[in-house]
């Protein structure tokens, strides 16, 4: 069967019953039919069951032979899941169907969520990112996201590691909205369990994938249409030359967001994407204000909650650390040093540089961000010194030689 590039303009009929919505989905997860076919024959059928009824018919018509629509008990077995998960369905229909994203080409018929679906009827706004971030991008992350959710915007990421689990961490407790490349239950990276646990108390999980699937690489760049889609402008912080980030910017373009990146030092390849979405017009962004300015239909939305500051964006909180980190020196006594095999010592080592950037970075913040003992970070930088891998500047300052 061919794909069509667009769904029919006609509103589909909303499944009212049980049986409409195991129709529904039974199409959708039909072999061959994508989201263009099952628009196209709901708008030519008029029903989901019609459709079905009518799908082996089609097939054969498009060369297609001995084709099965999707069997019942796989679709019975989904919903079973689905229930076990505490999910529920938003069908394109319902009303609690995100506006912004109904309005997109290609908008998902159906959507799993686990969490609060209140949040999806307040402005929203994606913030993604490097998933391999530095220590300056995932504070810009921390402070742009928690700004945003001070004037009340629900921040939109796709809980991947870096600048995902930044933004969602900074805003956890006012709600955010996490949108997910494979099953609305299956928590991936397996380091972010925690976090997207702590999203479904305030804020929401999202994903139009199967309950169940695992994610494979296709699924993340169809991920990203609805991270841009449902949102009204997407926040780019820090994203290589060619990384999954730009493909959501390119998305969002192509929907009618506004694009708008975070610049960052020309020697550090984390930056080069942002930097080239800014040469090609994107708008540059400083802090939240920045963003908030680019979109000046949200601004009345926000009025409702006046004398909300607006903190300096280099502002953060530094992430607490470990509980014995100085209780030693806090007790007068001193401390034996750390022993670490040569596996934890390279992995150290990989945190660190990975912090680090062309861009100096203050010896003190880069302790807080890697979350290790100050005791067990210095020597780990004397070796990368003398490597010739970082290098330390004036003022206690250190950068990564590239």
């Not at 505490?86 to 018929?109: E, H, K, S």
């Not at 908030?292 to 964006?313: C, H, M, N, R, W």
């Amino acid at each position: 069967m061919s794909e069509d590039t667009h769904p029919s303009t006609h509103p589909p009929l909303p499944p009212t019953t049980e049986d409409d919505r195991v129709s529904w989905l039974r199409l959708l997860r039909s072999r061959r039919v994508g989201i263009a076919t099952f628009y196209r024959l709901l708008a030519e059928h008029g029903t989901a069951q019609a459709a079905l009824n009518a799908l082996p018919e089609v097939a054969r018509a498009a060369g297609v032979e001995d084709y099965n629509i999707c069997p019942l008990g796989v679709v019975r077995a989904e919903l079973a899941a689905g229930r076990t998960a505490g999910a529920r369905q938003i069908f394109i229909t319902d009303p609690d169907y995100p506006d912004m994203l109904r309005d997109i080409a290609d908008a998902p018929p159906m959507l799993w969520a686990v969490g609060d679906t209140s949040i999806l009827a307040r402005p929203m706004v994606a913030l993604v990112g490097a998933r391999n971030a530095s220590s300056l991008g995932t504070r810009m992350a921390r402070a742009l996201a928690s700004e945003l959710a001070q004037r009340g915007y629900v921040v939109v990421s796709g809980l991947a590691r870096g600048i995902d689990a930044a933004a969602h961490t900074a805003c956890v407790e006012t709600g955010t909205l996490a949108v997910l490349a494979g099953g609305v239950d299956v928590l991936y990276p397996a380091e972010n369990a925690r976090l997207a646990d702590d999203i479904v108390r305030t804020g929401l999980r999202l994903s139009e994938q199967p309950m169940g699937t695992v994610p494979q690489a296709r699924h993340f760049p169809t991920r990203n249409r609805i991270i841009s889609g449902i949102a009204q402008a997407v926040v780019i912080v820090e994203a290589a030359a060619k990384s999954g980030s730009l493909i959501t910017a390119r998305n969002a373009l192509d929907q009618g967001r506004d694009v708008l990146a975070v610049p960052g030092h020309p020697f550090d390849a984390r930056a080069a994407g942002c930097n080239m979405l800014i040469r090609d017009g994107a708008r540059l962004v400083r802090n939240a204000l920045d963003v908030i300015e680019a979109l000046p239909d949200l601004s009345a939305a926000t009025q409702a909650q006046p004398g909300l500051p607006l903190v300096a964006a280099t502002t953060v909180q530094a992430a607490t650390p470990p509980e014995n980190a100085h209780q030693a020196d806090q007790m007068g006594q001193a401390t034996p040093p750390d022993r670490r095999s040569l596996r934890e010592t390279a992995d150290l080592h990989s945190v660190i540089l990975n912090r680090l950037g062309p861009s100096p970075l203050a010896e003190d913040q880069l302790i807080r961000d890697v979350g290790a003992p100050a005791k067990s970070v210095a020597p780990v930088l004397v070796d990368l010194e003398i490597e010739g891998r970082i290098r330390r500047q004036p003022g206690g300052l250190l950068s990564r030689v590239s």
